[in-house]
């Protein structure tokens, strides 16, 4: 009957051939299919199909084929070009296998690549998850008071949460003091100890608005990222804090405008996993509370000199410490996350305090929003000039030039750590202006001369190779578990190590790449559950292996010719030696002055700005 399927064997054409009708499908428990059991004859099951390399859309939302309607709820994360994610697939080889291993890494931490723009260097998506689905349950309304008191409880002991203090006073606050450690005491009474460490505390240096009681638990919950404490006592006090932080108290926190709060936003913003359970979510409150404390900071002037003689001289210098703050968060989140910082530094922005480490960070932050700029807009190097790369490089090369070497918060404290942690930050500054020149993935605009100098490419291999060896020490491991802005310039390290080992060969290069994997390795291990740390762990490792692969075909090149060399490979119309002493005698032009010389010296701003405040230069801790 015609349209009825025959229930014969399958036929055989000329030659003897058999035709297969259709695939031979095993049953369960069988070797054999169905069909080939009913008529009795061997099976000839088709091998897999040959793989098919055309391009596929993958969906952002699990089963969207059947229409994108019913996700309307869900709604996209995005990383922008200069997120870690697409760094690692940019500068790795474009090989059909590497490639490959990248698909197999989007797939499974849901990213998706050429989704913006339509090209791959145009950033990518992210998917997460149903905005209803993700709520957490109805908070309990505790106070801080409530909060602790259970914490004790739990831990048996208020000595562990003053332990921790302790730790977060000497070796976090120092280094990034957007509240102070005179200010960290809250209510509390200098104690003697406290006097001859970091100096007395003035009773007009109090903030105009009491800071919320919450930050004491913030600075206990900071210093608890470190692998070195217990595991249940981390629990405990991030769960004590993010019942605080999903109640009223942060309700309060972001919808009324003062000083205190954008303090207390800003300190949550140094450590990703304070502000929520949900990894994923807690990077996006990050970025959306570091944009809250810029909008309230603008609210109340902070961006603005401000004349002495209306607000008192202690609350000025806590206001420009704030500001600096607030640029140093927002541009180190603008660069690991998305494209454009919100704060665009202007002549209106005041000279910076005597926090030196602080201040300096906030230089840098500077430079690097420059830096970006000019190489990391959706229009590349075509929107940038040639006066523009020589300035900068005039102005990173005066701002190096004058960092101290030796670190001080107080008279009798010294920050041995901040020159590692300052040289590790140095790194995502120096990777920034100069990958586009020693790795270019799109050909250099010919209205762009300036090329990186040798000496300042080898300066960076020795950077890189002194920050990853720090990354491995008990120290540098502390940095990179509680502060989060660790992270990226400690993943910069890792790509940096992979291009040595490419393009030189040295057995060194590759053991300095598999120190950098395995400071990232166990960084990610302290949270296994959390899907951001394991994405990067994945890319990582992938480069890792890449770079071991690289070994067997690599000729060894010298490290002072390889990157340079890479430069004259892509552009062989540049010279050199040329540029050399061009710029070599823009730097020994003495009428030539650096911009940001001018526009900011911490040791004129503590001779002549305190003192036209009456604050004594040398005492730090007051401001």
Partial sequence: MQGRRSASPPSRGQGGKKRL????????????????????????????????????????????????????????????????VHLAWK???????????????DDRHDLYRGSVGGLEQDGLLVGQTDAESSKSARPMLVSVSMAKARLVQELGSETVLNALYETCRDRIIPLFPVISVSESLLADKATDEHVNKYAAIDPHSTPPTPLPHIVRMIHCAIASRSRTVPTHIQQSILSSLHSLLSGPEMAKIVTSRSLGNIQVLLLLAMCDDLNGADAVAANETVWQNVGTAIRMAFGIGLHRNVSPSHIPYFQLNRRLRVWGACVCMDRCYADGIREGERVVPGRDEPAFPCFRFLAEFTSLSMLLGRAYRLIGTPHGLQSADELSFIKLQMDIDSWTSQLPTLWQYSIRLVLDQAPALMNLFIVTLEFTLQRCFLWPTSPIPPHITYRPTRERWMALVQRVEDAVHWL?????????????????????????CLKLVEESGDPHHRTLLNLADTAIQQWAMQSPSDPVRNRLAAMSALLRSIGTESMTTTTTLPVQDMAFDNIVTHDPGFDAVAFDQMVQGLFSDGSTTSSLATGFDPMAFEQTGMEALGLDPLWFEHV
């Fill in 472 to 496: 491995n020490t008990p120290d540098g491991a502390f940095y990179l578990d509680v502060w989060s802005n660790t992270v990226y310039p400690a993943f910069c390290c890792v790509i940096i």
């Fill in 21 to 84: 009708h259709r695939a031979c499908v095993p049953v369960e428990g069988d070797e054999r299919c169905k069909r080939c059991l009913d008529h009795d004859m061997p099976c000839d099951k088709l091998s897999a199909p040959p793989k098919d390399a055309r391009p596929r859309r993958r969906f952002l939302f699990k089963g969207a084929s059947g229409g994108l309607s019913q996700y309307q709820g869900v709604e996209a994360g995005y990383l922008g070009s200069s997120s870690l």
């Fill in 91 to 105: 500068y790795a080889p474009q090989r059909a296998d590497v490639i490959d291993k990248f698909r197999g890494i």
